[in-house]
């Protein structure tokens, strides 16, 4: 019997000090989660919530402004901890599973984040797809692409807001279907019919 696969394309959005100023020991942290569960093409659950930030819990003037997150609304989020818990309830039906994000910094931020914690990293036996260099490396691009320009670039529009966590995980699944079908349509291009191989104009013209 055929493994179910299990796509999760997950976003974070991370704290950041303010411009200029060096905190000591500053690290981001996450503040906002959005991950859209997909299983054999099939989207089965969203999920999105505000997390707070456990080491820095005050948010810098410069993240609230480019995120447009308040204080109010992280502090109202969950705790690393019940993000972990969270992450780790999409193991639970053992699926063969691979985490999608673009760029590499949202694994790299979550498991720093679980060191920081003293938790283990939710996703040790799952593959990980930065989709960004996938992108990059199919359409040759010498710079990595950013999200929205990426899928403009597809004759689309982003889902949502750009830096809402939720939106920019459901923008990563859209472009993730499109570079998929084009690897497929590279793969098996379409058979060439009769049509194609013959000019019935030039054939009439032969027998008028």
């Avoid at 502090?75 to 690393?80: A, M």
């Avoid at 995980?169 to 019919?193: C, G, H, S």
Wanted: proline share 3%; glycine share 6%; net charge neutral.
């Amino acid at each position: 019997m055929k493994e179910r696969r299990q796509y999760l394309f997950i976003d974070f959005e991370f704290t950041m000090p303010e411009r200029n100023i060096r905190t000591k020991d500053f690290f981001a942290e996450i503040i906002e989660v959005g991950i859209v569960a997909v299983v054999d093409n099939e989207v089965i659950e969203q999920f999105s919530s505000f997390v707070s930030p456990r080491k820095y819990p005050k948010l810098s003037e410069r993240c609230k402004s480019f995120l447009h997150i308040s204080q109010q609304q992280v502090d109202k989020g969950l705790s690393i901890y019940e993000l972990v818990k969270k992450l780790e309830e999409f193991n639970k039906n053992h699926y063969e599973t691979t985490i999608v994000t673009w760029g590499n910094m949202d694994m790299k931020v979550l498991r720093h984040n679980c060191l920081e914690a003293g938790i283990n990293f939710p996703f040790n036996n799952g593959k990980e797809l930065d989709l960004s260099m996938e992108y990059k490396r199919f359409f040759g691009d010498q710079n990595q692409t950013g999200l929205w320009k990426a899928v403009q670039e597809y004759g689309k529009e982003g889902t949502g807001r750009h830096h809402r966590a939720l939106d920019d995980a459901l923008t990563t699944y859209n472009i993730f279907k499109l570079v998929e079908k084009d690897k497929r349509y590279l793969e098996k291009p379409e058979p060439t019919t009769i049509g194609d191989r013959i000019d019935f104009s030039k054939l009439l013209n032969e027998f008028a």
